[in-house]
Antibody
Framework: EVHLVESGGGLVQPGGSLRLSCAAS????????MTWVRQAPGKGLEWVAN????????NYVDSVKGRFTISRDNARNSLYLQMNSLRAEDTAVYYC??????????WGQGTLVTVSS | DIQMTQSPSTLSASVGDRVTITCRAS??????LAWYQQRPGKAPKLLIY???SLESGVPSRFSGSGSGTEFTLTISSLQPDDFATYYC?????????FGQGTKVEIK
């Protein structure tokens, strides 16, 4: 059974950094693109970033370019999101999701990131 | 970037109603569009991919149609479990985007 479990969320001050992790199991992790999607409180879904199976291609939404870095460790079946220079508008639940040729068939439960002083 | 616009933003309906949600794209997606259902406090769930393909395990009362820039999600007979928020998502480009969501409420 496919499982995705995010961790690493929490309270951070504006300008601070946080690293999110997503532990994957139940499928061949190295065979799938992976994605981060976020949802601000009471708002809709926002695609954040994705990464190719081998990690060699990455894409980001404009609002996080230069501040966030997506990465993966296929040996550890893990996906990461390094978030730097955090802003109040980055406050959201962050989900990792498996990318099955463009649509997202499995999602984690999400981890909450709160950026506040 | 491709912009996605859903309508309506909110929809009030009763159990047994036929419900239709529309999603319009700022450029052609061919058929690279998915639909998701999200219940409060839960992760989204994939319902439809490639515009009209039903995800395994999803009830057949859900259907998707359309191509190019206009797409539709239809629920043929609304059930109590279906009161939720629905999102479309394009994957015609590597920078994906979601629609703003349509909340289906009890009338």
């Amino acid at each position: 059974e496919v499982h995705l479990v995010e961790s690493g969320g929490g309270l951070v001050q504006p300008g601070g950094s946080l690293r999110l992790s997503c532990a994957a199991s139940g499928f061949t992790f190295s065979s799938y693109w992976m994605t981060w999607v976020r949802q601000a409180p009471g708002k809709g879904l926002e695609w954040v970033a994705n990464i190719k199976e081998d990690g060699r291609e990455k894409n980001y939404v404009d609002s996080v370019k230069g501040r966030f870095t997506i990465s993966r460790d296929n040996a550890r079946n893990s996906l990461y999101l390094q978030m730097n220079s955090l802003r109040a508008e980055d406050t959201a639940v962050y989900y990792c999701a498996r990318d099955r040729r463009g649509s997202y068939d499995y999602w984690g439960q999400g981890t909450l990131v709160t950026v506040s002083s | 970037d491709i912009q996605m616009t859903q309508s309506p933003s909110t929809l009030s309906a009763s159990v047994g109603d036929r419900v239709t949600i529309t999603c319009r794209a700022s450029q052609s997606l061919i058929s690279w569009l998915a639909w998701y259902q999200q219940r409060p406090g839960k992760a989204p769930k994939l319902l439809i991919y490639k515009a009209s393909s039903l995800e395994s395990g999803v009830p057949s009362r859900f259907s998707g149609s359309g191509s190019g820039t206009e797409f539709t999600l239809t629920i043929s007979s609304l059930q109590p479990d279906d009161f939720a928020t629905y999102y479309c998502q394009q994957y015609n480009s590597y920078s994906r985007t979601f629609g703003q969501g349509t909340k289906v409420e009890i009338k």
